[in-house]
């Protein structure tokens, strides 16, 4: 329920927050900033998947003993060995992560179970489909073309998360009722996009390979349905293209040659990619620089179509390469007549914003009678290749949430079960193969409704703005927190903290995860109302108990939706009713 509004309205919105005719306007990047990006960020949780750890790499252990020099506190953390568990003393809070101490302050909003998960680390499991779903896609990008890595830890500084990639200020995905901050520096990333300048830089090597993919989770406080989870896994994947100054004899270029040149490889690199069965809608306008979808003014139309050609159709090799091994599987699994005539798959281009790309697009794919959004991506703002120094280069980039590929590869119908320890669900994978879901047991739901009053002040407004919450699942979502939504209503502060007075749906969110974890499958507004003379608004939401690997007792149920609604009335910005 984060996501109100679909990619079509944002972009009508975009106007309101970047500059189109300023598409290579510097992003801001103070001292701190930039002293803090290039000693850290190139070198901290992107490893190669190779597990190759390069010289240049630091170790997680030297990185905990620098991060805990000078500070007491910090080292009594590491001494505890209680990682992912928030530890208090005296006046000091802090928590350890991926071997790295942090302290907590005001700003922090991280609970006890978005931590439990940070150990996981399904993307390394071999057998478990996320880590299948990876490799597939690293197939696609493959090495040496691409550098395939794989970011460890979930923290990064706010810089790196929003600022370098040119975030707002007041963009509202840096509230913490949409982001889980460590504290007022630091979040768990909510995007691999937060790793796009550090993998940028390890580009500048000579010999190093002209793009990349990046396996990370991430982190929203985010609505609960089948398709979203507060951790998610993402892809992300970028090519870039550099300009050559000198010929083969090492004699300088023009700057028409070498334009020319470039151009000629990106014309062969598109040749080289071959054609794909997949049919996409794709109704993308001329590339222009007025402000619906605006190229960079420094990039030449023709690159800018060979790039967006380049994109579209390696995003596309990769749908009908997850599409063909998943009708395999369920001709294998005899769910499918090898000689029926399965519906050809419905794809489509749509138009998107970004703060990061522009012209950006998403891929959507038809799938349970709806359009399901599997991607953004677009062409690499040049400011961020800049600050990266690589002025010489431009490029595209993607970001692809794995659960969406992976649940319509393995026929996976609730987001949860990624994240399942019944054997019955792990045992159905194994490494390298595509093999369809067996729902193991179907066992029943239990709904129930919890209503409240909520301050009638503007701050309080409706959760629901324009569209029920089903549709979020419906696009993939436009979250803000990766700059996709522009509409939310800006936070007062940057990051916002929650105020007491104020109600935000995402709050409500949390509470039940905290209490119910995964045995809640959907929370949903289902009514909503203002009283005739109090002027109070009243809400009611409906939250579905149920248990993916047994049925849940009655007295369990009504155990927990007594203590939700207990923290509910413990939020000061809302009276139950
Ligand atoms: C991003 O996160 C951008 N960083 C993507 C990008 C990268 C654009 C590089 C341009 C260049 P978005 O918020 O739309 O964008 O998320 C990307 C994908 O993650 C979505 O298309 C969807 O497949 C998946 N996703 C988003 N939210 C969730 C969620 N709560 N649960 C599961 N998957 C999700
Ligand atoms: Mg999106």
Redesign the pocket.
């Known amino acids: 329920m ?2 109100l509004f679909t990619g079509r309205a944002v972009r009508a919105a975009r106007k309101s927050f970047i500059s189109p005719t300023k598409p290579n306007r510097r992003i801001n990047t103070n001292a701190a900033v930039e002293s803090e990006f290039s000693r850290d960020v190139p070198i901290r949780g992107v490893e190669p998947d190779t597990r190759s750890i390069r010289p240049t790499d630091i170790h997680p252990t030297e990185q905990s003993a620098a991060s805990s020099q000078g500070d007491p506190f910090k080292a009594f953390l590491l001494e505890k060995q209680e990682p992912n568990t928030i530890i208090n003393r005296d006046a000091n809070s802090g928590v350890v992560i991926s071997s790295t101490p942090y302290r907590l302050d005001s700003t922090s909003n991280l609970s006890p179970s978005i931590l439990k998960l940070l150990d996981r680390r399904l993307y390394l499991e071999p057998n478990h489909p996320i880590s299948i779903t990876r490799k597939l896609i690293e197939s696609v990008f493959p090495q040496p073309v691409y550098q395939n890595y794989i970011a460890t830890n979930p923290v990064v500084s706010t810089a790196a998360n929003f600022d370098l ?1 040119g975030f707002p200020a007041d963009h509202p995905g840096r509230s913490t009722t949409d982001t889980y901050y460590v504290n007022k520096d630091r979040v768990l990333r ?4 937060a790793h ?1 300048p550090a993998a940028f830089q390890k580009m500048l090597k000579p010999g190093s390979a002209s793009g990349y993919t990046i396996c990370a989770d ?1 982190f ?1 406080r ?2 609960i349905d089948r ?4 951790v ?3 892809m ?3 090519r870039l293209w550099r300009k050559p100054r000198k010929d083969e004899r090492g004699l300088p270029l023009s700057t028409y040659e070498s334009f020319h040149r470039r151009r000629d490889t990106m014309k062969k690199n598109l040749e080289e990619l071959g054609t794909t069965t997949v049919d996409a809608e794709d109704p993308a306008p001329a590339f222009t620089l007025d402000n619906r979808n605006p190229r960079q003014l420094s990039h030449h139309h023709e690159e800018v179509r060979l790039m967006a050609a380049h994109l579209k159709r390696s995003l596309e090799t990769l749908v009908d390469k997850v599409f063909s091994a998943a009708k395999q599987a369920s001709i294998s699994s005899g769910h499918l007549d090898p000689s029926a005539n399965s519906e050809p798959l419905k794809v489509r281009w749509v138009e ?1 914003y ?1 703060p ?2 522009t012209p ?1 697009w ?2 959507e794919v038809y799938w349970q009678d709806s359009w ?7 062409i ?1 703002q040049q400011s961020i290749l800049e600050q990266a120094d690589l002025s010489d280069h431009i490029g ?10 992976a649940m319509l590869l393995f026929n996976i119908p609730d ?1 949860r079960l990624f994240w399942s320890e019944d054997r019955r669900f792990l045992d159905q994978f194994q490494a390298g193969k595509i093999s369809r879901y067996e729902p193991f047991s179907k066992y029943p739901a239990c709904y129930k409704d919890v209503a409240f009053w909520i301050d009638p002040s503007p701050a309080a407004a409706s959760p629901i703005l324009s569209e029920p919450s089903s549709s ?1 699942a419906a696009t ?9 939504d522009s509409t939310k209503s800006p936070p007062s502060s940057s990051p916002t903290k929650l105020h007491k007075s104020a109600f935000h749906e995402n709050d409500v969110m949390e509470i039940v995860r905290d209490v119910a974890g995964s045995l809640a499958e959907d929370v949903r507004l289902v009514d909503e109302f203002v009283h005739p003379t109090q002027g109070r608004k009243s809400l009611c939401y409906r939250i579905s108990y149920r248990s993916l690997e047994r049925t849940l007792t009655n007295e369990e149920v009504n155990d927990l939706h007594a203590r939700i609604c207990e923290r509910l009335g413990e939020m000061g910005a809302v009276e139950l009713r």
């Open positions: 984060r996501l990639l909510t995007h691999s996009s796009q991430v929203r985010d609505s398709s979203h989870f507060p998610f896994h993402q992300e994947g970028a998107a970004f990061f790309t950006s998403e891929l399901l959004e599997l991607l953004g991506c677009g690499v595209w980039a993607w970001g692809l949430g794995i659960e969406r590929l987001i979020a993939g979502g436009l979250a803000a927190s990766a700059g996709g």
